[in-house]
């Protein structure tokens, strides 16, 4: 068995499956387990979000997208050397993989038809979902049930903790700095479970761009910063677009300091077994007297922690 992940979650789920020998072709951004790093590159992007700025990777990314064109590319050449039997991809967000095109014009070049399984989650159930489905595809049945079980009880065992909490603070996911975006998807569904009451979005649907005047309205008493993608180094590194604008400090998030910024790559972006370390994550921040449990190190930064903000409070 041969498989290809074009997706960093799915590459999660099939290291997670024990099936890490197996894998013959990743994407750059399959850095999790740190095993996956040495896997060969499959798939590339075709722009640096390093070397950009927020503002910049949302116009370049729109306008490929308006265009039909993919930010991402399919290596052909190295496709050709992994020979996968099973592709792993996705056409939830084309913003964030390979788009169905892409891949199609890619497998045309293989000489043969490999399995295509693609994974469309958008709720943390289907999320729980594509892991039964990885099992199934891969013969890892057992394996892919004790796993979605011990996450089960995770997620279970969060909502039991926060369920009889009459204390529900409104929530403001920002999913994106420039121009600003609410969470989606799994997202409302988490703050949901943690306790809190999510602003704008629904849950399983898509992320949408916001005014901050309609985030003033909402008047958010808890603010989470996860630009998708990003961690909480990158995020510092554009941190003052949100200290200039002429709103932030009249949120009331902001000015009982209670805006944390989280590391969105590894625990909210990804459709994989790390969202539920990012429920608990948001637990934490809502509820920390009742919600215990450990999270991982280096996670959540509280911005008022941070240097610059601190200058600001005197």
Known sequence: MRICSFLPSATEILFELGLGEYIVGVTHECDYPPEAKSKPRVVVSLI?????TSREI????????????STYLVEKESLLKARPDIIFTQKLCDVC?????????????????????SLEPSTLEEILDTILIVGEVTGRETRAREVVNKLRARIEAVRTMVGNEKDRPRVFCLEWLDPPYTA??????????AGGICGFA???QPSFKVSWEEIYEFAPQVIVV????????????EIEILNSNEFWYRLPAVRKGHVYLVDANSYFSRSGPRVVDGLEIIARILHPEICDFEIPPDSVLNLRNYNHFQAFLG
């Open 48 to 52: 640096d979000p390093s070397r950009l």
């Open 202 to 204: 629904k849950p399983g």
């Open 97 to 117: 993989a390979v788009s169905g095109n892409e891949v199609k014009e890619a497998v045309d070049v293989l000489g043969y038809s490999p399995k295509i399984v």
């Open 58 to 69: 949302e116009r370049i990314v729109g306008e490929n997208y308006r265009s039909g064109k």
């Open 226 to 237: 996860m630009p998708c993608g990003f961690d909480i180094e990158r995020t510092l590194e």
């Open 184 to 193: 989606g998807h799994w997202i409302p569904e988490m703050v949901d479970i």
